[in-house]
């Protein structure tokens, strides 16, 4: 048998067996044990994305004990091949013989579609068992599983549909992605179901929705709808459908009211309002509200890529900062990896979260938003600890009411962006450093361009917070704004020019303007010259009656 012949054959015998495909990571070791030049751990890793102790200490082992147990004797490196070869022909299992032509017909009973590759995978082991004792003994009809992006929750869905696989007549997994009609899902469904039947499909969606309810009640199938909300609005009201795609809601409505023996798994970065509706803890309809890793489980993803640290410590506050989402994780990994070869201690004295990957990966949270959402997540980012909503509502300028701010709360927590505690809302870590820098970014183009915005509707350094909150908005949102300014216009008289030109039009142009934008300006003024004179950054009387007398 060549190479390629082997991997056919072990795929579809794993398949047979196990129910699942061989990882990309243990095709690549398979491949390199049966080539001619047999390459070891070491030389396999310095072909590829992988470290040698994943390799040596994880994938490796594994797959051979995988194989030990299928063919019922000890597998290793030198043996692997040979033993392959003999039992090419037939394999035993259960007590009787599977074919190659039986081994294919195991794979007609489910599609995976572009289901990702979840072999690689750590930690979840409540999440999955909570999700399956939903599904396999509550029998829920329908799963939500949603949370911020990143989060884990496709690869979460493969593992939990490749574990509980067996309890089920037939799998299929679609993304939503391409935001397909649900009429393409739906006949995708079908046909898949109903090959064998030769069935000719309805010409109406009420009557597929209805075909497709008949089936799920003569068997049980799992269903799993991925990227869902790529249908979903933007805005504040979360859970509501794009035009064109307003038939899903009746869909999930229809699935999670009708009686049937199946499931479906709806994956989305916000919560259908079906779902949201249908919902309970005892109901045949539940939601799981996805959370990051434990410290455990990320510093395994660190290790697998490579990184290290003097102390565990340093492992574990880099987990801790990314709020253990595992994509961010691997995305800073890479970076720690190329520029400071690994080593986590070096990456995390320059406190420094959101990488360009990582931005783009927030960015599309932020332009989901509406206005107010924006706002509100900024005046998080500037107050630095939880708040509450009264709190919330005195700070926003031009106002809002209780009930609008509210429903925007209300928006931001469903898609994961806001945290809650004792009735106040806080920012992650690394979200409060990403609208840090959007607010700094904001600011700094409106000094240039003497277009105020942001610095009339939020205020930089509030000057009744308590002084470890003043020190934390000066470090982190002043002093970065006087940076990037400084660099703009060459030197402090150029800055301080410019900022008092600012002043002077807001003078003249909106004297009895009540905004923030005096009270910025005064601040930057302030805090570039903190040396002036022995005056009060903090008392901008002090500052109002220097500006009279410079001027």
Known sequence: MNVEEILNFTDALIFAKKGKHLSDVQRLIIQAVCSGTRQCYDKIAENSNYSPNYLKQDVGPKLWQLFSDIFNVKITKNNFRATVESQAGLVSHEGGVIHRDQICMTDRRQDWGEAPDASIFYGRSDELARL????????????????????????????????????????????LRNAPSLQQILESFLQFIAKSQETDLPATLDKKISLLIDYLRKHRCLLVLDDVETILCG??????????????????????????????????????????????????????????????????????????CNLDAECTVLVKKYSGNPLALKMV?????????????????????????????????????????????????????????????????????????????????????????????????????????????????????????????HTLLKAEAKDYIKNTQINFIIQPILYKLLAVFKNQSNLEIRL?????????????????????????????QTNLNGYNCYDLNVWQAYLQDVN
């Open 500 to 528: 008092e030109e600012i002043i002077s039009k807001l003078q003249v142009h909106s004297p009895e303007e009540s905004s923030y934008a005096a009270g910025n300006i005064l601040n930057l003024l302030c805090q570039l």
């Open 333 to 457: 990994a890479e970076v720690i990896q190329q520029l400071f070869e690994g080593d986590v201690g070096e990456f995390l004295k320059y406190n420094s979260l959101v990488i360009d990957e990582i931005r783009a990966l927030l960015q599309q949270h932020f332009n989901r938003l509406s206005e107010l959402g924006n706002t509100i997540l900024y005046w998080l980012a500037i107050n630095r600890e939880p708040v509450s909503i009264g709190k919330l509502q005195s700070d926003i300028y031009p106002g809002f009411s209780k009930e609008i701010l509210i429903k925007t709360l209300k928006s931001l927590v469903q898609r994961s962006l806001i945290e809650t505690k004792e009735n106040h809302f806080y920012l992650q870590p690394l979200l409060m450093e990403y609208m840090s820098s959007l607010l700094i970014e904001r600011v700094c183009e409106e000094v240039e361009t003497g277009k105020l915005v942001l610095l009339k509707s």
């Open 235 to 308: 805005g504040d009201c979360t859970g509501f459908y794009k035009q064109d795609y307003e038939d899903y809601g009746d869909f999930f409505k229809r699935l999670g009211e009708c009686r049937h023996n199946s499931c479906l798994v709806v994956i989305s970065r916000e919560k259908p309002k079906e779902i949201f509706v249908m919902q309970g803890e005892t109901l045949p309809v539940r939601c799981l509200n996805l959370r990051g890793l434990n410290v455990s489980a990320g510093l395994q993803i660190l290790q697998l890529k490579g990184c290290c």
């Open 132 to 175: 399956e004792q939903w599904i396999v003994t509550e029998d829920c009809r329908m799963l939500g599983l949603v949370g911020m992006g990143g989060i884990g929750k496709t690869h979460l869905s493969v593992k939990l549909a490749e574990q509980i696989q067996e309890q089920f007549d037939y799998v299929i997994w679609r993304s």
